[in-house]
Each structure stands twice: as C-alpha cells, then as structure tokens.
C-alpha cells in the first residue's frame, strides 16, 4: 500500500462489528472509546514502519468510533490515536503521540520491545505517571492488520463432543510437549504444527485423554523485569492480543506472518478434532500488560482507561490491582464484557476451540460489592449461543479481598479444585511429610468429588477438576523428590514460586541413587495418579507427570524458556505413561469410577444412583470415631448401584510405610490394579485377607 492508493477521505461507516472487518470493497473500522473526544485512523506501510496518512473517525456513537475507507482490503496495516483528557486524577491518560494496538485486532505485526517511548508519561519525571510525554513511539508500537476472511469450514465443524462426566483433561503447553520430542520433525518442535502431529497424537491416544487444556496461545509479550533479565514469558500469562494466536508458539516458517499462524492454529484444531480430542485454552482476561499507573499505554489505557480497567474508589489515577500483576480488567462494564465475549465467541466459531479455563476467573464475577456468581458477565457468558455448548473452567481464585471462591461459581463451570491436590499431596506423603498430614475424612470427601463444596444448585461431580501437579508448582516428579524449591534460575533469588508447597524427598534432595528412597517415591507417586484418574470428579494431568519429567525442583518455571520447561523425552518413563493409560482404560470400562451423579449413602435406591460405604482395614463399616482415629490411615471403599446385592467395585489405600492387612468383604473379588505393582491381577478367595502393599491403592472387582 502506498500514499497514492489511499483514499483521501473516509466515510462514516457502521458502529459494529467491532475492529476491522473487509466487506463492500473497502474496511469498516470500529473502535469502542468512551471517554475520548476524537480517534483517529492511522495507516502504515506493509512493513509497519512508516505512516501514510491520518482519518478522524466518526463518534463516538453509544461509546464507538467508526469509518468506512473504501478502496482498500485484507493486509492493510493500522494503529488508532486517541484525544482527550488527560488527567490521570480523574482516569484520564489520553495521549495522541502513542500509537494504540485495537483490541479486536486479528492479525500483529511487528515486535514488541520495552522503549520508554511506550509510556504515556514521562520516565524519571518528578511527577511520575502524573507527567505528560510528547515522544512518538508509532516506530515500535506494534501494528493491527485488516485480516481476510478465514478460507474453509471452521474445526467446529468436527468437534467432539464429550460428556462432563468423561472428560479427561491434560494441561500441556503447546511448546514445551515437543521442543525436546525425538518423534516430531525438528522444523515443526515447539509449534501447533507438532501439538497435532502423529506422534503427539498417538501419545495423547495412548493415555486416553480426552481434552487438551492448552496453557495460553494468545499473543503475549514479555513483562519489563523479565525482558531487562533476558528472560522470557514462556507460559503466557500477559495477553496483549485477544483474537491473535501467538506467533511464538507457530513453526519458524509461518512466524511472520500472521495469516500463516492463524491457519497453522486452525489446522491443529481441525487434526485433533478429527481424532476425537477436544482443545480448551487458558485465557488472561483479568489483566493486562499495561500494569499499573507506572506502566506502558499501548493500548486499552491509551483509548479509553476509565472503562477498561478498574480503579481505586477514592484516587483513580491509581490502578486496583485484584490480580497481582498492576491491573485488572473491568469486566463489569458492559462494553469490556462485550469484548471478552466477542473474543471468545472468535475463537470458537472461527477457529474451533472446545473451551475455556479462566485464569483467576474471580475478577470476571466482581461487582462494586465483590464477587457474585450472579454477575452480568456469568449471565451474558451462559446465556450465549454460541459458547453454550462448550466447556468452561474457573481457576476459582485471584490475589484481592475475597479472592478465594471455590464451590461458587454458577452452573456449568468446572472449577479447579486445590484442595483435590493438598489432601492427596497429605495423605500419601505422610510418611515422608513433617507437617500437613491428611486424615481419612478429608481425604475420602476429595476422592468424592468435594460434595461440600459443590453439591449444591443442581451442581455435579464433574464440577470438581481434580489435580495433584499443575503447570503452577512442582511437576509429580519433583512433588516426591524435593521438600524444598529450587527456582534460582528465575532471577529473583528463589524468592518467587510458593513456598511450603505439600512435598518430600524422602531423605534426599532431587535425584537419588538410594534404591529404598527412589522404590517410596516411585510408589508415591503412581499411588497419586491412581488417586487422581480413579476419583470422581474431573481429573486432569500435568503434561509430563506421565513420563516422570522433572524441573530440578523450580515451582515456578513461568520464564524457563529452556530445557527447565520444556518436557524431557530423552529420560521419559515410559513404563509410567502405560500405567496411566491403564488407569484410564479402567476408569472408562467402569462407571462407577466416573459416575454423573453423587454417591448415595448405604442401602440407596434411587434410579441410576450409585452407592458407597467406607470400610476400616479390620472389614466394618466406618463409624464416627473410626474417622477421627489419628493413629489409623488405610481404609476402603465399596460402590455399587443401586439394587445391586453385592458391591461392584472396592478401593483399599494404604499410605502406611509397611504392608497393612485388610479383611475383604465376604464375597468374590478379583483384584484389577495395584498400585504399587507387587499384585498382579488375581481372583481373590472369599473371606480371605490381604496384605496391602506399602504405600499403595488397590482396586477390586465383585
């Protein structure tokens, strides 16, 4: 595009859609503003770097700036500049010298570096973020691109459809799986491309999982602190480009172009759809990487701050800060509403994703009074046609007042439930642990999918996503390897990451040649994936924890771009992946492991109900003291259905140190698993004890 084949004048236009949408041999251009007085249209080169020509827009009308530019099509490049106010007393902090990204923007050129410019005040001014900075950063600011219409069916077309009750998820990031896998072309490693490979896919197929739960692939950029210690945000928890698939995580070949990186992402969805796997992604809608008052304008701020973020009651040149990063997005206001719901809806609709997982979902449901699941935003998102049918996970927590809200979020969500994971952590570490022990009872109502906390307005088991080991934290393997932390490589003196995270090392710290000390951890952990893929509830699995791979003990590996994040193929155990695959066989042959519905007490009759009784190790039926007995840890459980005389299934756990006999039931019994691996599949005499293995969980068939 050059000077001479723009148009000298713009048209009004329409208000929506909102963004850049080719149509009528021209661009609607429409940009929400509120607060500014005048927006203006901004066309580059195709390379970004020079600045053709200027049009004001026509608004705002209910809030909008809109323009028609007629003549031109897909591929043209832009940015916005927007007058007004500048008082960041009162919210304000216009500012026409900073180029602004549009939030719809499909398609980002450019790359992004930290350049004081960026800011709409003046660095090192006494006045700090209340100074005003003249400088032009249109040469670094990133650039929107008018994007074509996507060619082809949407992967909606073939998605699968699976049930709550039978999903499996399996928390991977999309570069990490395969940088470091010998099975995938080294020019596809690290990209969508791989994630939907044969490799991959057999290996996804082989576990038996259900859904990808994708750690963030929306476009991200590096934090400042991170940048200046040449690291880099490798998870993606700081979302600048809503509607854009990340360039970083497409093959080296597509990474410049844009239009190359949407398909790449479009035909990952498509191949993993056709193989009967579903996509979630984790999405950042609570923040931002313009931070707080001392932060960048690149875009939300620059074009209307009052609306976007949320500000202190009694001093709004100040950001509130619900999210532990600088900012946090207003979704309470209905037009950040409608722009989280646009973006959602163009995920799915074009480019065929089967869900959500909300990081620290809190601030979507924050009203003037707090949280409340009955928020407009909860409303709007569950009453949408197109996002009704797919799947949405709350992260149930952010980092302000009130922040906690497990068990509170409306309908259909599924949310992640930490307390799944500290009372297994608890309860199979307890002869490695110093601290922390679980009791039976706690640990009974977590493999029960948490009842008190999500039996409760026609909510189900499936609500519950249970996990031991998150991208968030210790990896399985160094859960039973470390008592300590080891996040040294992150800069910040291992300050960073949680600490007293439920762990041990059994006696050592990371690898270990002591036999005894590696046969404890080796059966700690294939009893926590028992717990984990045999619980009811929602499991999900931590990519890697089926092949052992470790971090060297960092619960914090956000920025470890390297061989710390990434998966270790080279000392994968595949032993342990056969035995999880063996687990979810198990868990989809039989019902009860995945029953819809809650577990009745003894004696229950309902149609389609699903029975339990707890057991002590001596074979009665547990009684209230019986729980409360401190000195005990092993006991069973018995399902069955309903009308059924004998039980159908029966788990022991022992997490004791040494075996532990246990009187069965006086029925048939056929032993289907042990954890540990010292039982192999036998039928079992009726009467008859057994002798649990150390540390081990048993599964029985009547």
């Not at 990808?212 to 993606?236: I, M």
């Not at 193989?275 to 979630?280: K, R, T």
């Not at 949408?384 to 979020?409: C, K, N, S, T």
Request: hydrophobic share 35%.
């Amino acid at each position: 595009m050059t000077l001479a084949h723009l148009p000298t004048q713009i048209e009004e236009g329409r208000h929506e859609p909102l963004g850049a949408l080719a149509r009528d041999g021209g661009v609607n251009f429409a940009v929400f503003a509120e607060n500014a007085q005048a927006l203006e249209l901004c066309i580059f080169d195709g390379s970004g770097q020079r600045e053709l020509r200027r049009y004001a827009l026509s608004g705002p009308h209910d809030g909008v700036f809109h323009g028609f530019l007629p003549t031109v099509g897909p591929g043209l490049v832009y940015g916005l500049r927007a007058h007004g106010p500048y008082q960041p007393e009162a919210g304000q902090r216009y500012n026409p010298h900073k180029l602004l990204l549009d939030p719809y923007a499909r398609e980002i050129v450019g790359h992004f570096g930290w350049h004081a410019e960026h800011h709409g005040y003046e660095l090192g001014h006494p006045e700090g973020p209340r100074s005003f900075d003249a400088r032009d950063n249109a040469a670094q600011a990133l650039k929107a691109r008018v994007p074509a219409a996507l060619e082809g069916p949407s992967p909606r077309a073939n998605a699968p459809r699976h049930a709550s009750a039978d999903l499996v998820l399996y928390e991977v990031h999309v570069k990490g799986f395969s940088q470091l896998h010998p099975g995938i072309p080294a020019a596809l490693r690290g990209s969508y491309a791989a994630l939907a490979h044969p490799a991959a896919i057999a290996h996804f197929k082989a576990l038996g999982v259900s859904t990808l739960s994708l750690l963030p692939v929306q476009y991200c950029v590096d934090e400042p602190h991170l940048a200046d210690k040449g690291l880099h945000n490798y998870w993606g928890y700081n979302t600048l480009g809503f509607f854009a698939p990340d360039p970083r995580l497409a093959q080296a070949a597509h990474r410049q172009d844009p239009s190359a990186v949407v398909a790449e992402f479009r035909a990952m969805v498509q191949t993993l759809h056709e193989h009967g796997l579903e996509v979630v992604l984790d999405v950042v809608y609570n923040h931002t990487p313009e931070g707080n008052e001392f932060g960048p304008t690149l875009s939300f701020r620059g074009l209307d701050n009052r609306s976007y973020y949320r500000l202190v009651p009694d001093d709004a040149s100040r950001c509130e800060n619900l999210t532990g990063c600088g900012n946090t997005l207003n979704t309470a206001h209905p037009r950040v509403a409608q722009f989280v719901l646009d973006s959602l809806r163009y995920w799915v609709q074009e480019l065929g994703v089967d869900g959500f997982r909300f990081d620290l979902a809190p601030v979507l449901g924050r009203t003037r009074h707090g949280f409340d699941g009955n928020a407009a935003f909860f409303t709007a998102l569950r009453q949408d046609p197109m996002l009704a049918g797919v799947h949405l996970i709350a992260e149930p927590w952010d980092a302000g007042y009130d922040g906690y809200q497990l068990g509170r979020f409306p309908g259909r969500f599924l949310e992640w439930n930490d307390k799944f994971r500290d009372a297994v952590r608890g309860y199979w570490l307890q002869a490695g642990l110093q601290g922390g022990k679980v009791g039976r009872g706690e640990f009974a109502r977590r493999f029960t999918a948490s009842s008190d906390l999500f039996h409760h307005a026609q909510r189900s088991p499936s609500a519950s996503v249970n996990f031991v080991a998150v991208h968030d934290g210790y990896t399985l393997n160094d859960v039973v390897s470390y008592s300590h932390k080891r996040n040294h490589a992150n800069g910040e003196d291992n300050r960073d990451g949680r600490d007293g995270e439920l762990s041990s090392g059994f006696g050592a710290e990371g690898p270990s040649d002591d036999a005894a000390i590696s046969a404890s951890r080796e059966r700690v952990r294939r009893a926590m994936l028992a717990t984990l893929l045999l619980a009811q509830g929602t499991p999900m699995l931590n990519a890697g924890d089926e092949i052992a791979n470790s971090q060297g003990g960092n619960n914090n590996a956000y920025c470890q771009d390297n061989a710390i994040g990434w998966l270790n193929w080279d000392q994968a155990d595949h032993g342990l992946a056969a035995y999880v695959g063996e687990l979810l066989r198990l868990r989809r042959e039989h019902r009860l492991l995945r029953h819809a519905r809650w577990y009745a007490g003894p004696g229950c009759g309902g149609a389609g109900d699903a029975c339990i009784a707890w057991y002590s190790p001596a074979g009665h039926e547990m009684q209230v003291h019986d729980w409360h007995h401190g000195g005990e840890h092993g006991f069973a459980c018995l399902l069955s259905n309903a009308g059924d005389t004998e039980a159908s299934l029966a788990i022991l756990f022992s997490p004791e140190a040494a075996p532990q006999g246990f009187t069965l039931t006086p029925q048939r019994w056929r032993l289907l698993l042990d954890s540990s691996g010292e039982l192999s599949p036998q039928d079992l005499t009726p009467g008859q004890g057994l002798q649990v293995p150390a540390r081990s969980m048993l599964l029985l068939r009547s």
